[in-house]
């Protein structure tokens, strides 16, 4: 296996990294650096490079938020501990950016701040994921929590884990959020009737369900601009 130490001094990220910080580390470079060694055939910069280049849907970087672990995997040079080190990778990417929304007090006061929070993570999604936004009374996030993660096109879940969850955290309001991974945000009757019951049982506890917004393809339905309820 080729590693870092073997490159040619021009091409070692490490004494780049030290030399100039890591903000002078291409994608590629920074990869490298995380996955130490490359194949025989294959030198690290460029098993990093097929990492930067597995899904041309992805801009690089991003795809460590989407990619599972056999998808790395399929990569020649990447076996099951650097697949599973990429994802946590991209979770940690995805926990940093996440926490500093909510330490910026970042509010939900339209659909179009949902869309904005949740596009890149879930418009690529090739299953149905559903999260719930706990709100405070200022529409402050309170949790951003996964609820459920289906197959291609369904995602089982119940009121009462959302409502259970709503009033361990002291919740207000509730934003709930899916993805149609045909990319068309059009509700099914499925999700008309559960929003109604959700948001029924929610009332009958003292919390509101002041929208649910599915994400498509650059594009979003929000129940309430849509005023298939009113909104709180």
């Known amino acids: ?45 460029e098993v990093a490079e097929d990492v930067l280049n597995l899904n041309p849907q992805y801009d690089g970087l991003v795809g460590l938020i989407h990619f599972d672990r056999l998808e790395f995997c399929s990569i020649a040079g990447i076996g099951r501990v650097k697949a599973i080190q990429l994802q946590a990778i991209g979770e940690i990417a995805k ?68 409502l259970i969850e709503a009033l361990r955290s002291h919740t207000v309001n509730m934003v709930l959020v899916h993805n149609h991974p045909s990319g068309n945000p059009e509700p099914s009757p499925e999700d008309r009737q559960f929003t109604i019951t959700l948001r029924q049982a929610a009332e009958l506890v003292g919390i509101y369900l002041v929208d649910h917004v599915i994400i498509g393809d650059n594009r979003y339905y929000s129940f309430r601009e849509q005023e298939e309820f009113s909104g709180k």
């Open 95 to 162: 926990r940093i950016w996440t926490r500093q929304k909510r330490k910026n007090n970042m509010t939900f006061c339209s659909p179009n701040a949902v869309e904005e929070y949740f596009k890149e993570e879930l418009r690529y999604l090739d299953h149905e994921v559903i999260h719930v936004l706990y709100l405070d009374n200022q529409m402050q996030l309170i949790q951003d929590k996964l609820i459920s993660a289906g197959t291609c096109n369904r995602s089982v879940v119940s009121s009462r884990e959302i």
């Open 1 to 45: 296996m080729k590693k870092l130490n073997e490159l040619d001094a021009g091409n070692k990220p490490y004494e780049k990294c030290e030399r100039l910080g890591a903000e002078a580390l291409t994608d590629q470079e920074l990869l490298a650096i995380v996955l130490r060694t490359g194949t025989k055939e294959k030198p690290v910069l």
